[in-house]
């Protein structure tokens, strides 16, 4: 018996275009059923605390006299449920040359580090981390953004409860 016969058909039972076909829809409804239901109860996914440490360089003071504990992130036109935890103030780094041409750490004598601490509550599934609208990372980019203030800062380190 041969695989395909004279007319096309499987095993001479069913037509290989009809069975792709059929493959075909399977798979649609597959695909759909699964992201209608979500991965399952055996996912893991689980709402958790999620805090994030980040420092945004060289602002110059004044700008920083609205940042308060416990103000709440905005992201779009609506506020998120992550809130201001901690703030420290502190001079900014620069890298400067000393009289020798050697690169020297150095304050600034003016500009201030803004190191900000804000903890929300997300669902973490797949392999990223979303608080408040924005992907988180150490290293990547984050905009602390209120009602009134945004600075553009860098993730230093993130923390999962």
């Keep these: 018996m041969k695989l395909i016969d004279d007319k096309g058909k499987l095993f001479g039972l069913v037509n290989i275009v009809d069975l ?14 699964y992201k209608f239901t979500g991965r399952g109860a055996g996912d893991g996914s689980a709402v958790r605390t999620v ?3 980040v420092i945004a360089p060289a602002i ?25 935890k901690d ?17 020297v750490e150095a304050t600034d004598p003016y500009l201030k580090d803004l190191i900000v601490t804000v903890e929300g ?8 981390i979303n608080l408040g609208g924005q992907e988180i990372r150490r290293g990547k980019d984050y905009f602390v953004k209120s009602l009134d203030y945004e600075f553009k800062g860098t993730i230093l380190d993130v923390v999962i409860e």
Excluded at 63 to 73: A, E, F, P, S, W
Excluded at 87 to 103: C, F, N, V
């Design 87 to 103: 703030i420290k103030i502190q001079p900014a780094l620069m890298i400067t040359t000393d009289s020798a041409g050697r690169r």
């Design 51 to 53: 805090r994030a440490t």
């Design 20 to 33: 792709l076909v059929i493959l075909a829809v399977l798979l649609v409804l597959g695909g759909a059923a």
């Design 60 to 84: 110059r003071p004044e700008m920083l006299t609205g940042v308060k504990v416990g103000d709440r992130m905005v992201s779009g036109s609506s506020f998120t449920n992550v809130v201001v």
């Design 121 to 128: 509550k997300t669902v973490i599934s797949g392999g990223t």
